[in-house]
């Protein structure tokens, strides 16, 4: 799978938050789906980021970056 390009992302809208996985991934998503946003995660391994990345290197599959962006109206 090609990597999932931070700066198209951010063209598009999303707006990088942060790390998580397992139960803290699960909350966060539910959080903010109940204020109202759109919801996209990657798997930090899928991300293509510029600068350092080594603390991502042990990371396990399941350990996603959270992007939100408000619903559109339509």
Known sequence: MAAESLDKLLSEGWVQQFTASGHRLE??????????????????????????????DDESDRTVMIFTRKKSDT
Request: charged content about 30%; overall charge negative; hydrophobic content about 40%.
């Open 27 to 56: 909350e966060a998503i539910e959080n903010y789906l109940e204020l109202g946003f759109e919801i996209k995660t990657v798997p930090v391994k899928e991300l293509d980021m510029e600068g350092c990345t080594v603390c991502f």
